[in-house]
Every structure is written in C-alpha cells, then in structure tokens.
C-alpha cells in the first residue's frame, strides 16, 4: 500500500496506474506480429522476423508549440496523431516500414482524462500507420509544468532490406520532384502561427477568419497526415529514387536533404496548390516568400523523386502534382 508523502509533494503514484489500465485498450488495439508481451513491463519486447538483410531506422520528434493551442482550445485528441506521424513519416522516407513506437507525456499534474485522450490519438496514429504502441512513460514533474500544460515526445522504429533504402544514391540531373499534398499546417511552424493569430480578437478561434471554410481552432488543430502506407506502396510500384518529408525547414530546408551533395532543385511557382491558412499567414504576417517556403510545408507534406518518364504516372496516383526538378546546381531555386 503506498504511503501519501510523495502524493503530497505532488506525484500520484495512483493516477498514474490508472492510465496505464486506461491505455492498454488502446495499445492492444495497434499490436503486430513481433509484438511480444503487453504494457506494464519495464521494456517492449519485439521479435523481427521475414527479413533478409535487415536494417533499423529509427526516428523521434514531438509536437512543438501546437501543444499550446491544443491546451489553450482544450483538445488534446489529434495531438497524438502528430506525433506519431512526425516520427514515423521520418522513417518512412529511409523506405522503412515502422514496425513499433514509444511515447513520453511529461506534465505538473497528471490529468488522467486528458493523458488518455492523448493516448487515444497516438494509438490511432499508429494503427493508420501498421505500427505498434509498444510503450511509453508518464512523468509527473511538479514544478515543471503550469496548470494544465504538459509535454509529448515519441520514438519509432522501422525496418528495411538494405537494397531498399531510400538514400538518393541514383538521383541525378532531370529527375522530377511529385509533390504530396499536406492536411495543413502538420506540426511546423507554430511559435509564429501563434505570434500572428493565436489572441488577435481579429482572429477568435472559435471562427472562420475568411476563406478556410471551417472554424481557426479546427485548422490549426487538424492533424499531420500519416505518409508511411502511401510510400510502401509506392516503392512496390514504382521506381522510387529518393523521398523528403517536409517538416521543421520548409520546402527549401528538407528537399536538398532527399538530394546528392552535388545536386539541387528548382521548385516550380504555382504547380501546385497551395491552402488557403498559409496564403492567411502571409498576408497577416507580411512573410516573404522565402519566410513561407523555409518555414512551412506550404501545402506540399511529402516530396518523391522519380525519373521523368514515371513522373505523370506517379502523381496522378498519389493524388499529388509534379513540382520541380533535379538540378546539377545545389541548393533550392525558384522559377
């Protein structure tokens, strides 16, 4: 029986195994095979099996300050999507197939109802994404923390054959860039989103400010797109070379990364379209256009490298628009 002194210093012990109950639901929910055990050990057990030259990729991420609106509009049911997505679209550009995650959730005070909810959309991201929540932690740091605000991290791995990654070995000069279309702003950029909307009276959250056809607090909110099944689909059919998730750095920081030191890319101006919310944050902000383009994904989440002759084909089969080039120049150029 646990004495109260440590619940009196502002930890509960209790709170904290009622999550754990709460959440094993949902992880059950998410299991593969590979998954050994269930939650409440000390360590997830996973056995990998049905390769032949194996190897692991591993990625981690958390959501940054959307956390903020989240807390400040009350819903914490999408946050957990982002963060799954933010680590295993990562991995998923290596050509990795996630196999399973771990999260963190670090707050003052546990709140079981909103951990879980949390929960509740890690374990939906990792179904959508065929991995396993395999565990996790909660720390309760009080202190830390304010009054409702708490913190969330997360780390996947994948696997995949050696001869299938994704490393831009065979990219070269003529190679088109298809770009995949985002769900909105994903998980980037949001230390300025909030300097510019978040507590204009411009700007409630709880409206439309013009155009987006749904209310700020929903846009802002709504969760970053999960890329890992679209991309093993389409390394089985077709001849993929290269691939960037487009995150923290914008399009100008994250497609040199999918690129040969010695080549670079011209993006193409209005080859795609771009969502109302970001053409909203230039005007509000006065960004230029290298601003929008090394800050945000501006529309486009995921960006695929392929000969020109599959280029057309590709896109219109992931729904997505041919945006640019492969250049013998390094660096990202406009035209």
């Not at 696997?159 to 990654?165: P, S």
């Not at 300097?195 to 929903?218: E, K, M, V, Y």
């Not at 290269?242 to 993006?267: D, E, F, K, M, Y």
């Amino acid at each position: 029986m646990p004495g109260n002194a440590y619940r009196d210093a502002g930890v509960d012990i209790e709170a904290g195994e009622a999550l754990v109950q709460r959440i094993k639901p949902m992880a059950k929910r998410t299991e593969r095979p590979g998954v050994i055990g269930s939650l409440g050990g000390f360590g997830g057990l996973f056995s990998l099996q049905g390769y032949t030259d194996p190897v692991l990729v591993s990625g981690t991420d958390g959501v940054g300050t959307k956390l903020l609106v989240a807390q400040q509009v009350g819903r914490h049911d999408t946050v957990g999507i982002d963060l799954v997505a933010m680590c295993v679209n990562d991995i998923a550009v290596s050509g990795a197939e996630p196999l399973f995650f771990l999260d963190y959730i670090a707050t003052g005070k546990l709140d079981v109802d909103q951990a879980a909810e949390v929960v509740e959309g890690i374990a939906r991201g990792c179904e959508r994404s065929g991995c396993a929540l395999l565990g996790g932690e909660t720390a309760e740091m009080p202190g830390m923390y304010g009054p409702g605000h708490y913190d969330i991290a997360g780390f996947c791995v994948g696997v995949v054959e050696r001869d299938q990654i994704l490393d831009g070995r065979t990219v070269q000069p003529g190679d088109q860039l298809v770009g995949v279309p985002s769900s909105g702003l994903h998980s980037n950029g949001f230390s300025l989103v909030r300097r510019l909307l978040i507590g204009d009276p411009a700007f409630p959250l709880d409206a439309d400010p013009g155009g987006l056809g749904r209310s700020l607090s929903d846009e802002l909110m709504e969760p970053t797109r999960l890329y890992p099944r679209l991309l093993l689909g389409v390394r089985e059919a077709w001849s993929l070379k290269s691939a960037a998730h487009i995150t923290g750095g914008g399009l100008t920081g994250n497609v040199p990364r999918a690129l040969p030191a010695t080549c670079g890319a011209t993006l193409w101006r209005g080859s795609w379209p771009v969502p109302k919310i970001f053409e909203l944050l230039q005007r509000v902000g006065e960004l230029t256009e290298a601003d929008m383009l090394s800050t945000f994904n501006v529309g486009i989440g995921l960006v695929l490298v392929v000969g020109e002759a599959q280029a057309d084909g590709l896109a219109e089969a992931v729904g997505g628009h041919i945006i640019g080039v492969v250049t013998d120049t390094p660096g990202v150029a406009l035209q």
